[in-house]
């Protein structure tokens, strides 16, 4: 068996190990294979370091080989004392998933080869924004989310081709492409494709059954 040294507490007979639900759900099934999550299964990531944990999603997807979905993201504030507050906005976030038929062409004519990080004109056809709510979305709220930042772009990009020879040994970081990155903002390609609806009641029909309405559960996109 593969453990963590981190994992370990205590010294000979009696030394216990701490593991996550689902290895724990894992290994108590009866069955020859390795927990899902485990190293012997090739998928254990250990720690990630903060050149990449730091990424926000849209900088992510700048630097990413493949695109096989789209994200929609619906932000509404949850009510508080029978009020929505969009203060409340940025707590957490769910979602589900859901097929259909995407574009591929037209996402793939924004991809240049080995050429990194992608345009930010891809960001447009990855992601699309809906804010539900009274009023103005709060500018600053954008940032938390979907904010780039140019630098750390390029040291994710630099680091990823410096220890990751399979999928970005080939890459050449542009750069012509960063220049098209914001130094720290939320890019124009993002902000061109929010959409606001005042139709709150949409809220309640949607988030029954999935999304909590109670109002220590914070707010949630």
């Known amino acids: 068996m593969l453990l963590d040294r981190r994992a370990l507490e205590g010294i000979g007979a009696e030394t216990t190990v701490a593991v996550c639900q689902s290895c724990e759900e894992d290994m108590r099934r009866q069955s020859d294979k390795p927990p899902r999550y485990s190293l012997a299964n090739e998928l254990w990531i250990g720690d990630r370091l903060w050149v990449l944990q730091q990424l926000t999603f849209p900088e992510q997807l700048l630097i990413a080989h493949l695109y096989p979905r789209v994200y929609v993201f619906k932000l509404f504030p949850k009510r508080s004392g029978g009020v929505r507050d969009v203060s409340g906005l940025q707590s957490a976030m769910r979602g589900n998933v859901t097929t259909f038929d995407q574009n591929m062409p037209a996402i793939g004519s924004m ?3 080995n050429l990194m990080p992608r345009r930010p004109a891809i960001l447009a056809s990855l992601i699309t924004i809906t804010f ?24 994710a990009l630099v680091w990823l081709r410096s220890n990751n020879p399979k999928y970005y040994g ?47 559960e914070g707010g949630f996109m």
């Open 132 to 155: 539900i709510g009274v009023g103005r979305l709060p500018t600053n709220w954008l940032r938390t989310t979907f904010r780039v930042r140019r630098e750390a772009v390029r040291d």
């Open 111 to 113: 991809v240049d080869g």
């Open 170 to 216: 080939c890459i050449q970081i542009s750069e012509e492409h960063l220049a098209y990155l914001p130094m720290d903002d939320v890019p124009i390609e993002i902000v061109s494709v929010i959409r606001q609806s005042d139709d709150t009641g949409i809220i309640d029909q949607e988030a029954e059954g999935y999304v909590p309405q109670d109002d220590d």
